[in-house]
């Protein structure tokens, strides 16, 4: 993870982008059927969207609560410090599997990053980080995860009940079965781990079948992850982040002036920052702090650095990105 808050992967990072847990029934419940938020919410789709009530009461009768999904959100693999984060991600079995990926897609990835002007790299990096290129993409019944969320999940009920009205729509557009798709605890489904409003607004048919397959669909994998970061700004070829060495520690002004590129060249050079990668006095910055464990570890981030914060709003997630897009680059030249 877009758009909103693109949550498509703050799914992903909620450590479900890689490890969904598979369905376990002691953490299942009786379903919707009586439950009045879903009530409501059928009325709602019924009004909105002229859909069939009988069909909607059978789906989330058989909908079920999920204590395991109501635990699993409430342990970001964000809230992680960056030296224990980043080897969850940067590993040689991710690495490796990245350069697999692009040998046996360099076709498909060639034509995405001429139509989409997007850094196949980095295409590659976000699929290996969200399902391990493929290899995990949830084992959720995406209508049990958004219910729970939905009605059972009060810190975010407005966001997830929003997404689960979207599911039902992309549903009905890509032929997909409402009670058999998977996905992460989040409701994030395929490659790329777009949660339904991503996938409805960012997914694309590059294969040319009619639909959007985010699951089976290479083309169409590789393509909406380009137009996803197409869409927010990305610029091909250009910098996404810059390691740098502040002669001290940088003021509060610096360090907590947000993930959105802010900051100029002169600012930097104020407070004894040098950045090799900035293109001119236009180019701004934002200043990323990483915790090491010998002390903070300072970073630039760039304008696509920030266009893949639109994914995942974490630093750490983008972080993860550029670093393992840069080993995998580096391993393919070898």
């Not at 089976?216 to 992850?225: F, H, K, Y």
């Not at 920052?273 to 010998?294: C, H, M, N, V, Y």
Request: glycine fraction near 8%; charged fraction near 25%.
């Amino acid at each position: 993870m877009g758009h909103r808050m693109r949550f498509l992967g703050f799914i992903a990072l909620l450590l479900g982008t890689s490890a969904c847990s598979s369905l376990s029934a002691t953490s299942e419940r009786p379903g919707f059927a009586n439950h009045p938020e879903a009530k409501a919410f059928i009325d709602e789709m019924v009004e909105r969207h002229a859909m069939d009530r009988a069909e909607l009461t059978g789906l989330f009768a058989e909908a079920q609560v999920r204590d395991d999904i109501l635990r699993a959100i409430s342990r970001p693999a964000e809230g992680k410090p960056w030296h224990e984060y980043r080897p969850i991600f940067l590993t040689r079995s991710r690495i490796d599997g990245g350069v697999a990926f692009w040998n046996e897609h360099a076709d498909i990835l060639a034509r995405v990053e001429k139509a989409f002007g997007v850094d196949a790299q980095v295409i590659v990096a976000i699929i290996g980080v969200e399902t391990r290129y493929g290899g995990n993409t949830g084992s959720y019944r995406v209508i049990d995860a958004l219910s729970t969320l939905a009605f059972e999940y009060p810190p975010r009920a407005k966001f997830f009940r929003s997404e689960l009205e979207q599911f039902l729509l992309l549903t009905k557009e890509e032929r997909v079965d409402r009670r058999e798709a998977r996905g992460s605890y989040a409701g994030a489904m395929g490659h790329g781990q777009f949660i339904s409003s991503s996938y409805r607004n960012f997914a694309v048919d590059f294969d040319g079948d009619g639909r959007r397959d985010l699951w089976d669909s290479r083309e169409d994998i590789i393509a909406s992850v380009a137009n996803y970061l197409s869409v927010h700004g990305w610029q091909l070829g250009a910098p996404v982040a810059e390691r740098v060495e502040p002669k001290t520690r940088p003021p509060e002004e610096l360090t907590g002036a947000g993930i959105k590129p802010s900051l100029t060249p002169a600012q930097l050079e104020a407070a004894g920052i040098q950045s090799r990668q900035a293109e001119g006095a236009d180019t701004k910055a934002a200043l990323i702090t990483l915790e090491q464990q010998d002390g903070p570890e300072y970073w630039l981030g760039f304008n696509n650095f920030y266009v893949i914060t639109r994914y995942n709003r974490s630093p750490l997630y983008a972080m993860a990105v550029y670093q393992l897009s840069e080993e995998i680059r580096e391993a393919k030249g070898r």
